[in-house]
């Protein structure tokens, strides 16, 4: 049976590979020359720029997403850095009880626990609660996979979830907790002002951040070493090593139907390719209301068109340096205050700023060299989608002076910046969507509910549409790299279950 698939991103690669274990004949379309989609890198004469992993959930077998990975690609190929913070980031009003105003939010839980308290004992009840519940996180394989989709599963499958009863309960008592409704408990003012600046200055979720320490403390959140691009490229070995094939450069302007069942492609170049299942892997709204016209509809997806249900994920502004001058001193993210706001070409406005040193990735250029990238997230990604299309001048003046404002920004701070300059790229929404087609130029998809277990409203197929399936990042809200894999998966499990065979997974 042949089964088309859109787009050669984490999703439709993992999708292609299941597939094809389970003895389906399928083909890749992507628009672009390389695979990944926005799990990328890209080369800058002797730099290496990184546009998507900080860390991948499932770096180790203490998560359930390492055994996803393993199935696609040899994990143990693969060198991962766990870095001893998640970031240092600089204090505007207050110090610690050495003066100094950087804090340091360790990755090892019993470390940042004695730090916390160290620097404020008299807090120490409320930050003992605090780790604790990180410690209490850890004993839970969190998210908890099924290894099998409805109707695949037996009673001993669905059992597993008992186990999780006591996590709903800490999940209630810490659900409504933001970082700052818990600065407020706290007395000293260096760490009520860090809790308050966790998530840079926004007022969300505490347990956003509890769970990625949990998971940072057990060593399964790692960097892998080389990129996002070397890591997708491994996807693809897989892919095409189990007969799959990938049609580079070869853009999908429609989803054929006839009769309400999806019956093929048509490219940009004009012909057709029909098959008996299509899948896409691609970006919610151009699969929707493009590539499908927006012919199969309910009420759940045009909500979901207007953003009243969810809205879209930041898109991003990102400044990448090639710096002939080595950073090794300089913690690996860094957020600072400014002196001065700044004020983007599209209006947002700054009051700190986040910089990466990749002085950990020596794949990413040579000895002695650094790669520097600041980004900044944005909700108007429409200003630069358009000023792209319309004044493609402007918008590269506009780009260049911005990047100009935040390079003096670095030198201010850093010092031994502009001088050794030698690379300046500067990504913003409208490169991610040109080159991913990611609606707004989203750089993860939908933003995460408010309540963070509810049932995502995105479905695998659509309204009136038969042998068509969607499976991508944005299938679930928050996106990134395992929501792509677990999704495909999910999908090919369908497919399996529907043919009446058995799935494999090897």
């Known amino acids: 049976m042949k089964i088309n698939i859109i787009g050669a991103g984490v999703s439709g690669l993992s999708a292609g590979c299941y597939l094809q274990m389970n003895g389906f004949e399928t083909q890749i379309f992507e628009k672009n020359a390389t695979s990944g989609g ?46 001893q913070t998640k970031i240092d980031f600089e204090l505007k009003q207050h110090t ?30 409320t930050i003992k609660k605090f780790t604790q519940s990180i410690r209490e996180i850890q004993k839970y394989s969190l998210p908890p996979l099924v ?25 209630l008592k810490w659900r409504k907790v933001t970082n700052y409704s818990f600065a407020k408990r706290l007395k000293n003012p260096f760490i009520k002002e860090a809790f308050e600046l966790l998530f840079d200055g926004e007022n969300l979720k505490l347990i956003l951040i509890s769970v990625p320490l949990a998971f940072c403390d057990n060593k399964c959140a790692g960097y892998p070493i080389g990129g996002s691009y070397l890591f997708a490229k491994k996807m693809e070995e897989k892919y095409v090593s189990l007969g799959g094939k990938i049609n580079f450069s070869n853009a999908v302007e429609k989803i054929i139907t006839e009769n309400g069942i999806a019956k093929g492609l048509l490219l940009g ?72 706001e700044l004020v983007s070409p599209d209006g947002t406005i700054y009051n700190r700023i986040e910089v990466h040193f990749y002085n950990y ?19 108007n990604s429409d200003y630069w989608i358009a000023m792209r299309s319309n004044d493609k001048e402007n918008y590269l003046k506009n780009k260049e002076t911005f990047a100009e404002e935040v390079i003096g920004i670095l030198e201010n701070k850093f010092g031994n910046i502009k001088q050794y300059i030698e690379v300046i790229d500067i990504a913003t929404p409208a490169t991610y969507y040109r080159y991913t ?39 679930v809200p928050g996106g ?3 929501i792509a894999i677990k999704t495909a998966r999910d999908v090919a499990q369908i497919i399996c279950k529907k043919h009446h065979q058995d799935f494999k997974t090897e």
């Open 38 to 83: 926005l799990c990328t890198s890209w080369k800058r004469g002797d730099y290496t720029f990184d546009g998507c992993l900080h860390w991948l959930m499932g770096s180790n077998k203490y998560s359930p997403f390492y055994k996803l990975w393993c199935e696609l690609i040899d994990m143990q190929s693969v060198d991962f850095v766990n870095h």
């Open 96 to 125: 610690d009880k050495y003066g100094g105003k950087v804090f340091h939010l360790y990755t090892d839980i019993k470390q940042l626990e004695d730090y916390l308290i160290e620097h404020a004992p008299e807090d120490a009840r």
């Open 147 to 171: 290894d099998k989709i409805p109707g695949y599963r037996s009673i001993k499958d669905y059992a597993i979830y008992i186990k999780y009863l006591p996590f709903v309960f800490l999940y």
């Open 269 to 340: 170049n004009g012909t057709k390719d029909f098959s008996e299942i299509t899948i896409s892997a691609a970006d919610w709204h151009y699969t929707v209301f493009e590539a499908l016209d927006g012919k199969f509809l309910d009420k759940k997806i045009v909500e979901l068109r207007s953003q009243k249900k969810l809205r879209v994920f930041y898109s991003m502004v990102l400044i990448s340096l090639g710096i002939s001058r080595s950073f090794k001193d300089e913690p690996h993210l860094f957020r600072f205050p400014l002196e001065h």
């Open 361 to 379: 990735d020596p794949h990413l250029t040579s000895e002695g060299k650094t790669v520097v990238s600041v980004s900044f997230c944005t909700r």
């Open 437 to 475: 087609n990611n609606w707004k130029g989203s750089v993860q998809g939908w933003l995460p509910e408010q309540d963070l277990m509810a049932a995502s409203p995105i479905a695998y197929q659509l309204p009136g549409l038969k042998q068509f399936y969607f499976a991508s990042h944005w299938s």
């Open 480 to 482: 990134g790299l395992p």
